[in-house]
């Protein structure tokens, strides 16, 4: 698995490389933390399922 991969950040609106900031093995996969370098903003994948990690109140 690469350290870092190109993918749309929607906070920035732009395609930037995010870096895996961690992972681990669950059992359903591979699971991989991502995180922009420029603005923050983060999302999780496992396997090839995907979710972002902001939060809304």
Not at 10 to 24: G, L, V
Request: with cysteine.
């Amino acid at each position: 698995m690469s350290l870092e991969i190109e993918h749309y950040c929607p906070s920035c609106e732009e395609t930037h490389n995010f870096y895996r900031t961690a992972s681990t093995l669950v059992q359903l996969g591979e699971k991989t933390k991502w995180r922009c370098p420029e603005c923050g903003y983060g999302f999780v994948k496992i396997d090839d399922i995907e979710s972002d990690t902001r939060t809304t109140a």
